[in-house]
């Protein structure tokens, strides 16, 4: 019997973040192993004019949660979503809601966070510092609370090269920072947000490094730990592999090179690429807040939830194997042939990105246009442009974490535990992973059909062949000009005829 799926049982959970990517396969996880847990709160806002309940069915009517539905049929009665903005004062929760999350809760993971690299500071400290504030400060008036589980990432201190499980200071107190998102207007906040974030390389990171050190110094007495995941991907293993469900870290990318856009990045291919899988991550979450409530170690314990130490892979090997994968398994309705490759100064991305990626959207916009169509290629090229220029910092360097804390706690778990809770990457094969992952972008975020592999593998043929005549007819045309101005070259063509 495992122990952490039967700690979990007859608990009252708290989840922020649940309707991301991350927050759902947690949910997934813990009604799927421990289906008799009493209730899982969820804290939801109100989007794109759906109601709570809508979102909850939603994500309860995807292919995620299928398995869950036969283990505990009664999943949707025991989901309570609590209307909550994370960025309103006591997160907008009303009165009874609050008394009841108060009086029931157990356990709190708190994943919600804005991830976006170029969030407006305020923003950002809004979301990723003080809602966290707030949280801990909601959590230190729970009496029944036996466990506080932050997710923050990896890259929050990736100005260093070599990373503890430690949370290090920050050069300006998180305090002083929320203060002053108070009285400073956009403006001035737009003009010292470079001084602020310094060596850290955008909003995000930046701020998740001063959630932690709110988490730390505000965490009073509660048994709290800190969970540091890298680059998330699609699920390895659970509940089955490659889902995955937005277009953060790899994915979009991967379909930006399936579909053709995406013809080179300026990326380092020895570099590390620490992707971790979602369910790895879950697994070690549900396993940390387990450890933390029963064994209630003295001081907050970071764990990094990271595959670069314990079993490498690098974005070169990474690449071709999606761009292997593309061959067996095309996606539909290409715009050129996939055909990426790394580039690794300025000038070779400078030279690419003009006659790779912008030249061609413009001929394409042209063709559009005299069609009668409206252009939008050069719109999506600048867009894809402007993605690859936010990640070029996390695929051009390589960090080093260490995983003290989280092999610590791989040895703590019963054998049966370490199996059904496994967040041991070293079994971890990329080559297949990387496969479902290619395929789980086809399925669940294009929402590809695999019956229609025979008709993208035969556009893809047409393309090909489209891009033969194109260069031919280029080489003819360069040919005959420089026929008509050379001598030397009129005499290669007599001599070969
Ligand atoms: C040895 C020899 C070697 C040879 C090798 C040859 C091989 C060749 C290689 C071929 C390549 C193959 C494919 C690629 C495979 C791997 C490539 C490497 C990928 C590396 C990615 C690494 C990322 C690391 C990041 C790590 C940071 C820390 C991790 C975390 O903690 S949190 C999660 C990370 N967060 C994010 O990823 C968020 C990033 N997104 C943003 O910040 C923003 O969305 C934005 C990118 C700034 C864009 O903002 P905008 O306001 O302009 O747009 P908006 O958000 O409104 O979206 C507009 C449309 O764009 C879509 N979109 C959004 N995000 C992405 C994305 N990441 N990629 C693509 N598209 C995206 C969005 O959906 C919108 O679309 P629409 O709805 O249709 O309008
Ligand atoms: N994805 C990754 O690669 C990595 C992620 N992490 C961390 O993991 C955690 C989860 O990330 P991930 O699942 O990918 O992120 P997502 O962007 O998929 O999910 C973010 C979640 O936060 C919620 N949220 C955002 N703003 C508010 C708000 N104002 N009020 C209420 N809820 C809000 C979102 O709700 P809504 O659906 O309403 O928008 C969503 O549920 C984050 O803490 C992130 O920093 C760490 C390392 C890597």
Redesign the pocket.
Known sequence: MSMIAAFYGGKSILI????????KVLMEKLFRTSPDLKVVYI???P?QGQTLQQRVFQILDSKLFEKVKEVCPNVHEKIRAIS????QNDFAISKEDMKELLSHTNIIFH?????RFDDHLRHAVQ?NVTATQQLLLMASQMPKLEAFIH????FSNCNLKHIDEVVYPCPVEPKKIIDSMEWLDDAIIDEITPKLIGDWPNTYTYT?ALGEVVVQQEGGNLNIAIIR????GATWQEPFPGWVD?L??PSGLIIAAGKGFLRSIRATPMAVADLIPADTVVNLTLAVGWYTAVHRPKSTLVYHCTSGNLNPCNWGKMGLQVLATFEKIPFERAFRRPNADFTTNNITTHYWNAVSHRAPAIIYDFYLRLTGRKPRMTKLMNRLLRTLSMLEYFVNRSWEWSTYNTEMLMSELSPEDQRVFNFDVRQLNWLEYIENYVLGVKKYLLKEDMAGIPEAKQHLKRLRNIHYLFNTALFLIAWRLLIARSQVARNVWFFIM
Do not use: Q, Y
């Open positions: 922020t973040g649940a309707t991301g990517f991350m927050g804290l939801v806002r989007k909550a903005d994370l960025n994943c919600a966070a804005t991830v979301l997710i923050s990432t990896a998740k995941p890298s680059i998330m937005n953060n870290g």
